[in-house]
């Protein structure tokens, strides 16, 4: 090789050389241990103003004695922060996870703080320590899990510090659930909700989902609907997805007769787990009851009142009034209302007073169940109780914004029965004559006659009914005195008789009255001997317009 070419060789080496230390010097190492500033670090470690590299569990050690100090200090998320740091460095030291779990208890974090505790003690499985599984236990009972609290305590000696303490604690609180399972097994809802209110004080973090279902079962057995919703939600809160949660708040909505919305949880819930019984059970019923609601519904609005009663019947019968739901709800007492409308129309005025009820027994402040209890009570001739069934169905209208022409129309009502009773404690003019409030002018007559023959002196009968029998005709048969006495004036305002003696103009020829009633044939003799009739005077008729 020439010395040129010799030359040229070393040059290009030389740069080859060159590029390479060039490339290594941009280039970060593969892998390089975390140094610790030395502000970060705990005062009085031995890397404390030192630069020198460590390996990673010394690193994990000075962390974790950081996060002692914060915890001292009592900044547990300060030290949650650097137990984590330390665990990320060693995960095999249980003490750092023991630590952490003190610090997520200390925030009453105690899911977490579990967690920690369940991997700790995994970890020390070969040789338990005692502080692990007591904090262990302590975690299981905050969450309200006995069986695996009292499990954790299993193991260790009696003499350990603080295990008598978790341990009563913990029978303490499988004593109120017991309690509670009991009273609800015998539907006795007001202890099992002070055993399960005494079980939540027991406990020190967040209730457990299965206790809120629990609560909310109470509030629906107790009719509380407002309380079982404010409880379900915050089940759902805390368990969106859960197919318990999601029928238990679908029951409700269908209890307090929102059907669309109980059977759209329902479906969601067997989204969520496709073998819940209860949900499908739940969607099974609601579309029978919604169906047979409908068909009632359509019956009563087509006139086929007979039809509409069963079909309410049916859909009762699939509701039940099991008192761990609360007797049925206000879907139940709607229903109840609707039928016993039916039954009102019907003039089945005894089973229509039964079902209202029992709908304002579930539903008291319905103004639609109180107003037909109402007319049912009219009806019935119970005007007190009409006068007081209107104006609470007025109020409770109003307070449920209802339109005002029903409220205007409630108050038309209750005005009316208010004039029944006061007709009902003097005289009652329809009753006399045995006649409807509606009747007409010709069935006012018919009546006259037939009363006043029956209750007739000369026929046996009583002077006083008589002379009430023609003071009712004398009001009734006239239009004006007819509609102030329906309006409830006064009998002595609209001025009685006129100052004369009832049975004066009131003294008719018997004779020619029977004749009447039967076809206009006259001449009944022997009464008395009078010609014509039984009075003298022939066949002159006082004051008996015809």
Request: net charge neutral; aromatic share 6%.
């Amino acid at each position: 090789m020439s010395p040129a070419n010799k030359k040229k060789k070393s040059a290009a080496a030389r740069r080859k050389q060159a590029a390479a230390a060039a490339a290594t010097a941009a280039s970060p190492p593969a892998e390089e241990p975390i140094v610790i500033p030395d502000d970060e670090m705990e005062s009085g470690s031995d890397a404390e103003g030192s630069s020198e590299q460590l390996d990673l569990p010394a690193q994990a050690e000075i962390i974790k004695e950081r996060g002692n100090d914060q915890f001292r200090k009592g900044q547990y998320e300060s030290a949650i922060e650097s137990y984590s740091k330390a665990i990320s460095l060693n995960s095999n030291e249980p003490s750092y996870l023991t630590n952490r779990a003190a610090s997520y208890m200390a925030l009453k974090k105690f899911a977490p703080a579990l967690a920690d505790c369940q991997t700790a003690a995994s970890l020390q499985s070969a040789n338990p320590v005692p502080k692990t599984l007591l904090r262990l236990a302590r975690c299981h009972l905050a969450l309200g899990d006995v069986p695996a609290c009292l499990a954790a305590l299993r193991d260790l000696p009696d003499s350990t510090p603080g295990l008598q303490d978790i341990r009563k604690k913990a029978e303490g609180l499988q004593l109120h659930l017991q309690r509670f399972q009991e009273a609800k097994e015998k539907d006795e809802w007001g202890a099992a909700r002070l055993a399960l209110e005494q079980a939540v004080e027991a406990v020190e973090g967040d209730v457990p989902v299965q206790w809120r279902c629990w609560r909310v079962e109470c509030e629906v057995a107790r009719g509380s609907w407002v309380g079982a919703q404010n409880a379900v939600s915050d089940a759902l809160r805390l368990s969106p997805n859960s197919s318990e949660v999601l029928t238990l708040r679908g029951l409700i909505l269908f209890l307090t007769n929102q059907i669309p919305k109980a059977i759209q949880h329902a479906q969601h819930a067997l989204r969520m787990d496709p073998d819940c019984g209860p949900a499908r059970q739940l969607l099974r019923r609601a579309k029978e009851v919604e169906r047979l609601k409908e068909e009632g519904n359509t019956c009563f609005k087509g006139g086929r009142l007979g039809e509409a009663v069963e079909r309410y019947g049916e859909a009762l019968e699939a509701i039940g009034e099991a008192q761990k739901e609360g007797g049925g709800g206000h879907l139940r007492a709607v229903l109840l209302s609707n039928r016993a409308t039916a039954q009102f129309k019907l003039k089945q005025l005894e089973p229509a007073l039964e079902d209202t009820n029992a709908s304002l027994a579930l539903n008291p402040d319905s103004y639609k169940a109180l107003r037909t209890r109402a007319r049912i009570h009219l009806e019935l001739e119970h005007y007190e109780d009409a006068v007081r069934d209107f104006k609470a169905a007025q109020e409770s209208a109003e307070g449920d914004g209802a339109a005002a022409a029903e409220v205007r129309g409630l108050a038309e009502e209750a005005k009316k029965a208010e004039v029944l009773l006061k007709r009902s404690k003097s005289k009652d003019y329809y009753k006399i004559l045995s006649v409807p409030r509606d009747c007409s002018d010709a069935e006012i007559k018919k009546a006259y006659r037939r009363e006043s023959l029956i209750h007739h002196p000369d026929k046996g009968g009583d002077a006083e009914k008589f002379k009430l029998v023609g003071e009712a005709y004398q009001v009734l048969s006239d239009p004006q005195r007819r509609r102030r006495y329906d309006l409830g004036d006064d009998d002595s305002e609209m001025g009685g008789m006129g100052g004369m003696d009832p049975m004066m103009g009131m003294q008719m020829n018997l004779a020619e009255m029977l004749a009447q009633m039967q076809g206009g044939r006259a001449g009944f003799g022997g009464f008395g001997g009078f010609p014509g009739g039984g009075f003298p005077g022939g066949g002159h008729t006082h004051g008996f317009g015809m």
